[in-house]
């Protein structure tokens, strides 16, 4: 399983919320690639950023940032954060990303997922599903969609996403733990590899998501930020 650190970065700053919100915001570093950088240092497999900014405005506003620690680290980057148009997209890649995470514009228009593969590869597009409940949030979770978990999973399937971005909403950034039993049923139930997040808080956690058979990844934020993990513990555990 691989280990993605997050990076969500609000006006320069690395944060992380709680549920998504912005009235819950905590400020961990004024400073975006030393953190990038001690995550490397430490041995994760990838940088996982997202642009809150974006992610509410509907237009990426941490491009300069993205490039600069695409430039001075050595590891695969997926961004998201506002992705929602083909210039977006290619610019985000020509920034840095690897990966680029999308989510809103495949709620309201399905086919710009076909767009996308097409014309940068499905290996490079990760479908965020965002969840509450098992209804699917859009616009930086402010909203609701009409789309059930299951119904827009198969939607992503057809339409070329690469890999799947899970999140629970009413788990994430709370430390408490992770929706194990909808990671489990979405790796079952999906073709197409799955990364968990939201509420990861310990190593049991991760222990526990380790034996979801299937499971491509784990993005960490919280837990990493106030040291109830550590990356190089996980290695270790790992073998």
Not at 10 to 26: C, S
Not at 66 to 85: F, S, V
Not at 188 to 195: G, R
Not at 206 to 217: A, F, N, P, R, T
């Amino acid at each position: 399983m691989k280990i993605y650190a997050a990076i969500d970065l609000y006006k320069g700053q690395v944060v992380r919320l709680r549920q998504g919100k912005l009235e819950a915001l905590t400020v961990y570093s004024s400073d975006p690639l030393q953190t990038a950088q001690l995550w490397e240092d430490q041995g994760a497999d990838g940088l996982h950023i997202v642009d809150l900014e974006g992610a509410f405005e509907g237009k990426p506003k941490q491009l300069s940032v993205l490039e600069k620690i695409a430039q001075q680290t050595h590891l695969p980057i997926q961004y998201g954060g506002g992705l929602r148009t083909e210039e977006d997209v290619f610019k985000a890649i020509e920034n840095g990303a690897q990966r680029v995470v999308i989510g809103s514009r495949l709620l309201t228009d399905p086919s710009f997922l076909e767009k996308i593969s097409g014309a940068v590869g499905s290996e490079r597009i990760v479908a965020a599903i965002d969840a509450k409940d098992g209804q699917i949030l859009m616009e930086g979770w402010t909203k609701e969609s009409t789309y059930r978990m299951e119904t827009f999973v198969k939607i992503l399937e057809k339409s070329g996403a690469g890999f799947l971005l899970y999140t629970n909403v009413l788990t994430d950034g709370t430390l408490e733990g992770p929706d194990i039993q909808g990671t489990k049923k979405l790796v079952e139930n999906s073709a197409l590899p799955v990364f968990a997040s939201g509420g990861i808080g310990c190593l049991r956690d991760v222990e526990e998501l380790q034996k979801i058979k299937g499971l491509y990844g784990a993005i960490l934020g919280k837990s990493l930020y106030e040291k109830k993990i550590s990356i190089q513990t996980i290695k270790n555990i790992s073998g």
